[in-house]
């Protein structure tokens, strides 16, 4: 059975017009347009994602098809945003388009952050935990199954208002639809949350990357800011040296030998409630523990599900 067929994907089938009705663009990401829509048939408010394929490409590729089936398999997790649907289309040009139908969810992290830092108020403590919590269960989730997200950010993360569930998408992207299709603005590539071994230049590199992205979201859910803004590779590296230290041979092993090593400005690590004043004892004992620079000593994601921060946390609900 191809994967074309095993999404569902059949010849003939109704076009993607004919089932979904598009109600607005609600955003732009970097592999295509994103719409609010609504299925003709149910009623039910969809998010359409819009992708092209590569030029070069006849069909959809077998690769982005196996993504597509494995973010299809991921999200029966609560964590995951669900994958829906999967039309296939061609734009005006007759070129190949998909249309991956997600589940809506009327904000993300991003602009949750946002309304805050704009009301002048810190998010509540409990708020904090219990996003953590669920990003910790939702990358335990993909990690335990072998998918990295590698570009976890606010952004991606969806959110329901009401009930204050949280959602990974944008999971598995990165690797089906290698190119994105043109550079967006700055911000939608951004480097804040990429971990020190991808900035370094290490070919390879494993789950602890999404750790890294993890720690950063962690304390910016604390303190409404981003906590290493970098606006490029070598001021990210900077901005992430003068909080924790310089690394060295010593707190990291290999680290010299790295692709993009230089011989860079020696500083020495700050504590980390310099940068997260209101997080608690075990708060920034856990965030720590996200930020560790060798990537093996970063604790992993269902570890990090079972730390003290949480000891108080109800979770029947989660």
């Known amino acids: 059975m191809s994967a074309s067929n095993a999404m569902g994907m059949s010849e003939g089938a109704p076009s993607v017009m004919e089932v979904y009705e598009k109600l607005e663009k609600v955003g732009e990401g970097s592999y295509g347009k994103v719409y609010r829509a ?66 809506y969810m009327d904000t993300d992290l ?19 935990k219990s996003l953590m919590f669920q990003l910790c269960k939702g990358v335990a989730f993909c990690h335990g199954h072998g998918v990295l997200h590698r570009d976890l950010k606010p952004h991606n993360l969806l959110m329901d208002k009401k009930s204050g569930l949280l959602k990974i998408a944008d999971l598995g992207l990165s690797r089906a639809f290698t190119i994105p299709i043109k550079k967006y603005t700055h911000e939608i590539l951004t480097l804040w949350y990429r971990a020190p071994e991808v ?83 075990a708060g920034l004992d856990l965030l720590w523990m996200m930020l560790q620079y060798e990537p093996s000593k970063r604790i992993s994601a269902k570890k990090a599900m079972e730390h003290r921060y949480f000891d108080d946390l109800d979770k029947s609900n989660l």
């Open 110 to 128: 991003k602009k949750f952050i946002r309304s805050f830092r704009q009301a002048g108020e810190k998010m509540p403590a409990k708020t904090v």
């Open 199 to 281: 900035l370094l230049g290490a070919t390879h590199y494993s789950t602890p990357v999404d750790i890294w992205s993890v720690g950063c979201i962690f304390a910016e859910l604390v303190t409404n800011q981003a906590l290493f803004p970098g606006d490029s590779e070598l001021q990210q590296l900077l901005h992430i040296f003068r909080l924790l230290g310089t690394p060295n041979e010593e707190v990291w092993p290999g680290v010299t030998a790295l692709k993009n090593w230089h011989e860079f400005p020696q500083w020495k690590p700050k504590c980390l409630s310099t940068a997260v004043p209101d997080l608690d004892p």
């Open 38 to 103: 609504r299925d003709r048939r149910t009623g039910q408010i969809v998010a359409l994602k819009k992708t092209r394929l590569r030029d070069d490409e006849e069909g959809v590729p077998p690769t982005a098809l196996r993504e597509i089936s494995l973010l299809k398999m991921l999200s029966i997790d609560p964590h995951v945003v669900r994958l829906l649907d999967l039309k296939q289309g061609q734009n005006k040009e007759g070129k190949t388009v998909l249309y991956l139908v997600f589940e």
